[in-house]
């Protein structure tokens, strides 16, 4: 992805203006990520959430695969894997990825999921968890979590039921196969496939895409539409958002620029 690239390590962010990019960065692990990994992901997730100025999130990968999900051997191993809790062994790794990816889901700006290669294991989810996935050509996804012995987590395998449909859901757990990349354009899990070489250039379109909405309906029209999806929805909410966008700086300007046939200068207020 990078010409020059950095030395392997945890994931890393980049911030420009209102755009950033979260790279994963053991590409000769496959992106495997390891308890470290996660913990600098919920520290980025942190930053990002906290930005005022940020308008769209892409995460990213180096190298041929996307990521192979996460190291069970060394989280179950690590007494301290899982933030806040005392519990250790095999049930804490999950958990604190679990937690990693839910943070990723609350991101109060669009994301984008950029699928250079294949994606296995809980990066399934950690994909599925942004609001846009585009893949390229020959990319395959497994999810062997009933081949392992794998109970998935909870709030996973409601994102994708929530996301995909009950029985692509099945589909996806039970059966552990191997699903090409138009198979999962057809059953939605991928917004857009390409070959390799256009990647980036569909990629910059997306992210311009989500660059030139407004960024209070953006972030509000995000949480509630995944409250609805999850059955988590207060309608008082949902007005409050919508309130706040018709009395907006941003309204006014979108139907100005619409007036003076330009393209609007939102401000996020």
């Excluded at 990723?104 to 950029?114: F, I, K, N, S, W």
């Excluded at 609805?228 to 009395?247: M, N, P, Q, T, V």
């Amino acid at each position: 992805m990078h010409s020059d690239p950095l030395p392997p390590g945890p994931p890393r962010l980049h911030i420009d203006g209102g755009h950033a990019t979260l790279t994963l960065n053991r590409p000769a692990h496959h992106n495997r990520l390891q308890v470290e990994d996660l913990r600098t992901l919920q520290q980025h997730f942190a930053t990002l959430a906290a930005e005022p100025a940020l308008r769209v999130v892409v995460l990213a990968a180096e190298g041929r695969s996307f990521c192979s999900g996460f190291d069970l051997g060394a989280l179950a191993a690590t007494p301290d894997g899982m933030a806040g809790a005392n519990t250790a062994g095999a049930s804490a790794g999950p958990r604190l990825f679990e937690e990693t990816v839910d943070a990723l889901e609350a991101l109060p700006v669009p994301t984008v999921c950029r699928l250079q290669g294949g994606v296995y294991g809980g990066a399934t989810d950690l994909a599925l968890a942004c609001d846009f996935r585009i893949g390229v050509d020959g990319m395959v996804l497994r999810m062997p979590a009933a081949r392992i012995g794998l109970h998935y987590y909870a709030s996973g395998l409601r994102r994708y039921v929530a996301r995909l449909g009950l029985q692509q859901a099945k589909r996806l757990f039970l059966l552990a196969e191997d699903v090409p990349a138009t198979e999962l354009l057809a059953m939605g899990y991928l917004d857009r496939l390409v070959p390799a070489a256009q990647l980036d250039a569909e990629l910059a379109q997306l992210v311009a895409a989500l660059e030139a909405g407004a960024p209070l309906a953006l972030r509000g029209m995000k949480t509630s539409l995944n409250e609805i999806a999850r059955g988590e929805f207060h309608l008082s909410a949902l007005r409050e958002r919508e309130a706040r966008c018709a009395d907006s700086d941003d309204l006014r300007e979108g139907q100005r620029a619409m007036a003076e046939k330009r393209a609007p200068r939102f401000q996020g207020r």
